[in-house]
Nanobody, 123 residues
Framework: QVQAVESGGGSVQAGGSLRLSCAASGYTYSSGCMGWFRQAPGKEREGVALINQNGLWKYYADSVKGRFTISRDNNKNTVYLQMNSLNPEDTAMYYC????????????????WGQGTQVTVSS
């Protein structure tokens, strides 16, 4: 059973930055892909950024390209999301996809989720 602990959420003003972290442990079967999804009130959960096992492949949603950066430290089993130039549309609960059967936006491939961390951006 994978355990995932998220941290780094909070409240910032538009234009500010936050860095999310997700430390995972207890891997069973995994593709090694990890990522971040988010869900705003009244909206469906959506993929934000994904990264493969060796970090050479990354995916970003169009809405965050150029502003967010995903990275990982395999020695620490931790994935990060650096979020810059935040705007109110980024306000959401952010969930770490700590274990995925494959790299992609299909949430059925996520076998372990973090508990979620709230990001609130005020204008």
């Amino acid at each position: 059973q994978v355990q995932a602990v998220e941290s780094g959420g909070g409240s910032v003003q538009a234009g500010g930055s936050l860095r999310l972290s997700c430390a995972a442990s207890g891997y069973t079967y995994s593709s090694g892909c990890m990522g971040w999804f988010r869900q705003a009130p009244g909206k469906e959960r959506e993929g934000v950024a994904l990264i493969n096992q060796n970090g050479l492949w990354k995916y970003y949603a169009d809405s965050v390209k150029g502003r967010f950066t995903i990275s990982r430290d395999n020695n620490k089993n931790t994935v990060y999301l650096q979020m810059n130039s935040l705007n109110p549309e980024d306000t959401a609960m952010y969930y770490c996809a700590a274990e995925m059967r494959a790299c992609g936006l299909n949430m059925r491939w996520v076998t372990n989720w973090g508990q979620g961390t709230q990001v609130t951006v005020s204008s």
